[in-house]
T-cell receptor, first 111, second 114 residues
Framework: NAGVTQTPKFQVLKTGQSMTLQCAQD?????MYWYRQDPGMGLRLIYY???????DKGEVPNGYNVSRLNKREFSLRLESAAPSQTSVYFC??????????FGPGTRLTVL | AQTVTQSQPEMSVQEAETVTLSCTYD???????LFWYKQPPSRQMILVIR??????QNATENRFSVNFQKAAKSFSLKISDSQLGDAAMYFC???????????FGKGTSLLVTP
């Protein structure tokens, strides 16, 4: 039981490049989330998925797209990376009755 | 919108002593949950303690306890017998009972000195 896994752990991009952050959970949770954490800030919600096939915007969705590929996987895509998207990205999942489990995070730097 | 405020950017405590981290929140909801998360240098987010708003009794987990004042919208974390491993960022967070996502404060960095 690996919990919530994220790949990659670190990534450096140039402005304008695209990439996809991968997240998978093996706990059979319905809900999954993407957050970003900037220096001196708590985590802020980018997108979430309450169940397979549904996604909704969070507090800071601009510049991102998501895909809930199946119950296990929830990916975050940056189509044209900008320096303002330099951050640490966390994926989380949550069971119907319970609290969120977080992945280890991805540190992304956009030059 | 709900907001969570942590007014102490940094706190320091000596090993074996007690420290209290403050958190206030703003909501018009009556049914919600409050949390404290710990983030050590590894970046992993670890749930420390959870409080349901409808419960009057303060939650406790071993050396960690909360002081939940619903009318004052205050939710402080007390760490007793502090250990070096308690050094981390601590985040207060809020979730509506019917909500999906967590709203986080900006965090308090806790330093534990020998």
């Amino acid at each position: 039981n690996a919990g919530v896994t994220q790949t990659p752990k670190f990534q450096v991009l140039k402005t304008g490049q695209s990439m996809t952050l991968q997240c998978a959970q093996d706990m059979n949770h319905n809900s999954m989330y993407w957050y970003r954490q900037d220096p001196g800030m708590g985590l802020r919600l980018i997108y979430y998925s309450a169940s397979e096939g549904t996604t909704d915007k969070g507090e800071v969705p601009n510049g991102y797209n998501v895909s809930r590929l199946n119950k296990r996987e929830f990916s975050l895509r940056l189509e044209s990376a900008a320096p303002s998207q330099t951050s640490v990205y966390f994926c989380a999942s949550r069971p119907a009755a319970g609290e969120q489990f977080f992945g280890p995070g991805t540190r992304l730097t956009v030059l | 919108a709900q907001t969570v405020t942590q007014s102490q950017p940094e706190m320091s405590v000596q090993e074996a002593e007690t420290v209290t981290l403050s958190c206030t929140y703003d909501t018009s909801e009556s049914d919600y949950y409050l949390f404290w998360y710990k983030q050590p240098p590894s970046r992993q987010m670890i749930l420390v303690i959870r409080q349901e708003a409808y419960k009057q009794q303060n939650a406790t987990e071993n050396r960690f306890s909360v002081n939940f004042q619903k009318a004052a919208k205050s939710f402080s974390l007390k760490i007793s017998d502090s250990q070096l491993g308690d050094a981390a960022m601590y985040f207060c967070a809020y979730r509506m009972n019917s909500g999906y996502a967590l709203n986080f404060g900006k965090g308090t960095s806790l330093l534990v000195t020998p």
